[in-house]
């Protein structure tokens, strides 16, 4: 074999081996698995349950999300955890049916999730205090992924970690029938979802909706489109108002929950710094302050929902983007209250009515 045909061999050779661990490489790097655990969510007042499917991680693993009927918690975006411990690689695709029983009806969702995304998050972290009194900072790792179900077929993807939560991406299903010959073949388990014993008890269990949300919601259509209201975003950012020679704890973070289901830590010794970002309306906050008399105050408060949009109309009008906005928290001189207002940039203002109000 002369020296040129041996040459192209070896040349051949070694593009192959090459390509071959390029190829390695991006499949190891596009299989990275990280430690979390699935979990689900429902408005209170509209219970779902997966009838079967879940998430389509890479490489084709499946995480069921077929866990048990999601009642919903007080807030959207309150998640269950499921069972799967452990180290995965991360969902590419949602593929389930499930059961929206306020609507009786089934939905299938068969859609991609944003990989990139969710493993821009699981890679990066997030920086939080520590919640011993240090003011020091630790960081924390993402370590569930939940699925949001509303009526509608709506379906939302939140990345969640100890205190913080931040949407990952909303998908749509499609209502489904499931056909006669599937249903047949059901065990009596499986079966539940057709069965009336078992249709009453999750329109009369306490457990799954109390009893003054059934009353509440006695009579009413369901809000279809309010999940998409919750998702709308304004330029916002919160300001303190304390007494005299009171400030912020520096040590602590300052909790706020939006209304789309995202959760942000905010460090107290730079508020002054916080810009006025993209942020949904927001429904708790939470903060730590040392009031002039060198005592130190836990203070949060649920806003309540229906003054929380009447406010946000009056000020942003029916573009979120007209103006940007601060929620200035006022915390009285004794120490005892405190009000929410919201201010634009254009000089509207509106008080925005609060829940659940204490200080300790």
Request: hydrophobic share 35%; proline share 4%; glycine share 10%.
């Amino acid at each position: 074999m002369n020296k040129s045909i041996q040459y192209l061999l070896s040349l051949l050779f070694f593009i192959q081996i090459s390509c071959q661990e390029k190829k390695d490489h991006r499949k190891t790097k596009a299989m990275t698995k990280y430690e979390w655990t699935e979990g689900t969510s429902a408005s209170l007042g509209y219970p779902m349950e997966v009838y079967k499917g879940g998430m389509e991680c890479e490489g084709g693993e499946l995480v069921g999300l077929g866990f048990g009927i999601i009642p919903g918690g007080n807030t959207w975006g309150t998640i269950n955890n499921g069972m799967g411990d452990g180290f995965k690689s991360l969902p590419s695709r949602l593929d389930f049916i499930w059961m929206s029983y306020m609507e009786n009806q089934f939905y299938l969702i068969d859609t991609p999730v944003d990989t990139a995304k969710l493993r821009l998050y699981f890679s990066k972290g997030y920086e939080v205090k520590v919640t011993n009194g240090s003011g020091e900072t630790e960081h924390l790792n993402y370590d569930r992924i939940g699925v949001g179900m509303a009526p509608g077929g709506i379906v939302v993807v939140w990345v969640v970690g100890a205190g913080v939560q931040k949407e990952v991406g909303r998908y749509q299903g499609k209502k489904v029938t499931i056909p006669e010959s599937e249903i047949s073949k059901l065990d009596s388990h499986e079966n539940r979802f057709w069965r009336k014993d078992y249709l009453e008890m999750v329109n009369t269990r306490e457990q799954i909706i109390p009893a003054k949300v059934r009353d509440q919601n006695k009579g009413k259509p369901i809000p279809f489109g309010i999940w998409d209201a919750y998702r709308i975003r304004y330029r916002w950012k919160p300001v303190f108002e304390l007494p005299e020679k009171a400030k912020l704890n520096p040590l602590t973070d300052i909790g706020i929950s939006m209304i789309n289901g995202e959760i942000e830590q905010l460090d107290a010794a730079k508020i002054s710094l916080a810009q006025n970002i993209e942020r949904a309306m927001p429904t708790r906050i939470a903060f730590d302050f040392i009031g002039s008399d060198h005592k130190e105050y836990g203070a949060s408060c649920d806003l309540n929902e229906k003054s929380s949009f009447e406010a946000f109309k009056t000020v942003f009008g029916e573009d979120p983007d007209s103006t940007e906005a601060y929620i200035i928290i006022k915390v009285n001189g004794a120490n005892s209250h405190f009000t929410i207002q919201l201010k634009g940039g254009k000089g509207k203002t509106a008080f925005i009515k609060a829940d659940k109000l204490e200080v300790l």
